[in-house]
Structures are given as structure tokens and as C-alpha cells.
């Protein structure tokens, strides 16, 4: 672990020692009534994970502020330094967990358009999770699981709400997912573009 990432460890520990909490149990239990109720409203695993991407931009955009008072960091220089923070501190902070970052190989980025050329490099990496509170008493039925639900997709929306407020428009999604069956539990983050000072658009 580098130097930088050693820090920001500990900045996520430190705020995760001092940060109250709320009962894990209901938290989980409570989310998980939030998704069945949706499932229930939309009748299609398409739009609900629709849905709950929407929602978490909603509380992304707002919980930046939030980060960034608890904290106290600048800004950060490069977009691999910002995936450090999120993984190390962001979700440290708010959910006590801290994912394994990955930053996947240039040769993966060739099918991308020319556009990202100009980015900051890496401008991707991946988040793997040993754990995830929100799915914590989950368990998919084989419906969902074939119809597509990606159960936490709440959690990409938050890094897209709040990453855009620092005006960096991404791209975020599940790639694999324990309680669809499969071995580990990843999410996708790729820079688009640097934005100018702007208010994000409306998902409300």
C-alpha cells in the first residue's frame, strides 16, 4: 500500500471511530424494504435498478458536502487519487467498509471512443467488496436474479451523485454481484469527462 493510500486509510478510520452510528440491523432491514417496494411499484428489475441509481445520485449530490466537512480534503490531483479517497475513506466513512480498488489494465480502455484520450489516466477502476452492509440479510430469488436486479445499485448512484458535484461526470455499474451467485461482489467506475463549474442534472 502506498503512502497516500496508508493515509487515507486512516483519515476513514479515524472519522469511521468518531462517526455516530445507527443501528446496522435496521439500516439493512430497511433498505431491503425500500427495494421490495419498488419491485413491487415497477414490476420490472430493469427499472428498479433504474430507479435506485436515481435515488442514489439524489444522495450522492448531497452527501458530498457532508464528506467533504467531516474531512477537510482538498481536492484531489488525479482521478487515481480520487478513486483512493472513495474507496479508502468515502464509503469508510458512511457504511464502514472499506473495498478493495483495482485499477484494470490500459488494454481494456481500446474499445473506448477517442474522447477519453484528453482524460487523466487511469480513468477507471474497480471497487471489490468483502462486504456490503445493505445486502447484509439479502438473498435474491431466481426470478431477480434472471430478471437482472442489481440489488446495491443505490451505491453507483451515490458515486455518480456525488463525483459529479466535484465536477467529474462517471460512469458506474455492478459488474458481478454475490447475490446473483456470482463469486465476488465488483463495481465499475470510468471517468467521461471533466465538467465546468455547473449544476448536475436534474434526477429528481
Known sequence: MSGGAKQYKAIGDDIWKRTDKVNAEL????YGALVVQL???YEDYGEV???LEKMGYNI???LIEDFL???GLQRCQSFAE????ISKVAFRTFLGISPILSF???SSSSNQPNT???LPQPNEFILTFDENPLAEFAELPRDAREGGLWFSNVLCGVVRGALEMIQMQVETRFLSDVLRGDDSTEMYVRLVRLLEEEQPENDE
Do not use: M, S, Y
Request: without cysteine.
Open 116 to 118: 477519453t484520450n484528453n
Open 104 to 106: 484494470p489494465p490500459p
Open 39 to 41: 419491485i413491487k411499484d
Open 69 to 71: 466537512a467531516r474531512t
Open 49 to 51: 435498478n433504474k430507479q
Open 60 to 62: 450522492g449530490t448531497r
Open 27 to 30: 439500516f439493512t432491514l430497511t
Open 82 to 85: 480520487t478513486a483512493e479517497v
